[in-house]
């Protein structure tokens, strides 16, 4: 598919998307201190306080944070249609979210019902307001092509998968009897398989091609990839749901999403050797890293339909979507939007001379050694489960990213800030 031209003219102010980026490293830390204060090694059992606690700190606190702030950008640069009532709606989201992502984990760590009551109305409130402004910024975009309809298709996932979190969140609290395991497994389809990977897609077609100079994408790939997958994820999400399950349809199913989860990483790898410009480039090595993880993630899961008593293959899985595809590609991007963010506003704002460059904006080799703290995290992730030092590497490398992006983040504001107050003097 062709690329469209940016719409800059509808943007939102800059700190609309910058209160989410700037927050979302303040998880990792969280999550960090999650992993190392409890006596076991917590990746030996997932369903532990510390690991539920600090897997939401990283996919509510960290990527949600981090994808609907971009969101606020994306809508009205790519479907040339903002957000409406753009700063009160960022703040209907940011408040709740900011609040109810702390509350949540610390639910979950201390087993306390009267936290996840009080979390589970703020994570509605927040997603329910950008559900909602979302859903209207795309029913008022005059752009039609794949990129608009995988957004499309995530924010309905968005929503499924939120409304099966509330639900067990408030099973948590109250007592009640549900199919927790069945709802568990829904939830994270939608949410990471939905929300997450249709996102990611969706995005890609216009980010790939446009900053990491590759050929575009296949029109057949990009028209039909985001369809199939929320097709695939709807038929898992009936055969858990229904009391009604063919075997059949189950295997079939999940193996059908990670074909087609697999191709997306195929094909973007292939895209990406393709490029034009051979420099190398710590964003585009996040990318890079992160569609290997997703292959890797694929291929394993797929192992599971010859092999389903190795739990293994499951385990190293979803640490390698996690850590491997969403984080390396949500890290990447970060570090793509940010400097483009200041140097567009100062820009903007009538300003022709003295704006910094984007690599003067945020140092490239700060990049490059995140990436290999990155992926050293995730190296040290794989092993976890069975190697109690290696959960202590992972909290450390949590630790250290989330320092060094916060200050890499915090330092891009100043950058923004110093460069409008020296050309405010002359």
């Known amino acids: 598919m062709k690329t469209i031209p940016l719409n800059t003219q509808q943007a939102p102010p800059i700190s609309v998307p910058l209160r989410f980026f700037v927050s979302a490293p303040l998880f990792l830390l969280l999550a960090a201190l999650l992993l190392s204060s409890g006596s076991d090694n917590p990746f030996s059992n997932i369903h532990s306080p510390e690991m539920l606690a600090a897997t939401h700190c990283i996919t509510l606190g960290f990527m949600a944070m981090v994808m609907l702030g971009a969101m606020q950008q994306i809508l009205p640069v790519v479907v040339v249609s903002p957000m409406p009532a753009s700063r009160l709606t960022a703040w209907l989201t940011f408040l709740p979210l900011l609040s109810g992502a702390l509350l949540l984990p610390a639910g979950f760590k201390l087993g306390n019902p009267i ?68 709802l568990a497994t829904a939830h994270v389809n939608m949410s990471l398989g939905g929300w997450v990977l249709l996102l990611i897609i969706g995005v890609s077609y216009q980010v790939v091609p446009m900053f990491q100079l590759t050929p575009n994408y296949p029109e057949w790939l990009a028209s039909n990839l985001t369809p199939a997958i929320f097709i695939v994820l709807l038929l898992n999400l009936l055969s858990l749901l229904s009391e ?145 030092a290696a959960a202590w590497l992972v909290s450390l490398g949590l630790l250290l990213q989330g320092m060094l992006l916060g200050y890499a983040l915090t330092t891009s504001i100043s950058v923004y800030r110093q ?8």
């Open 244 to 388: 009604f399950r063919p075997p059949w349809v189950i295997i079939a199913a999940h193996g059908m999403f990670w074909l087609l989860a697999g191709c997306f990483a195929v094909a973007t790898l292939a895209l990406q050797y393709k490029r034009r410009r051979r420099i190398a480039d710590a964003t585009l090595s996040f990318f890079r890293l992160g569609m290997m993880a997703l292959l890797c993630a694929a291929m394993l899961e797929l192992a599971t339909l010859f092999f389903p008593d190795i739990d293994r293959f499951v385990a190293l899985s979803a640490v390698l979507f996690i850590f491997g595809f969403a984080m390396s590609v949500i890290n990447g991007m970060l570090y793509k939007i940010v400097p483009f963010l200041v140097w567009f506003h100062l820009f903007r704002g009538g300003v022709k001379r003295g704006v910094p460059n984007m690599k003067e904006i945020i140092p490239e080799r700060w990049m490059w050694r995140h990436l290999w703290l990155h992926r050293g995290t995730l190296l040290a992730a794989l092993f976890a489960p069975w190697w109690y």
């Open 115 to 182: 936290l996840l009551d009080l979390a589970w109305p703020l994570l509605g409130l927040a997603f329910t307001t950008f559900i909602s402004g979302s859903l209207i910024s795309l029913l008022n975009s005059p752009v039609h092509n794949s990129t608009k309809t995988s957004i499309l298709l995530s924010i309905i996932a968005l929503g499924g998968a939120i409304a099966i979190g509330i639900l067990l969140a408030h099973g948590f609290a109250s007592g009640s009897l549900l199919p927790y395991n069945k």
């Open 419 to 426: 460069t409008l107050r020296r050309l405010e003097e002359i």
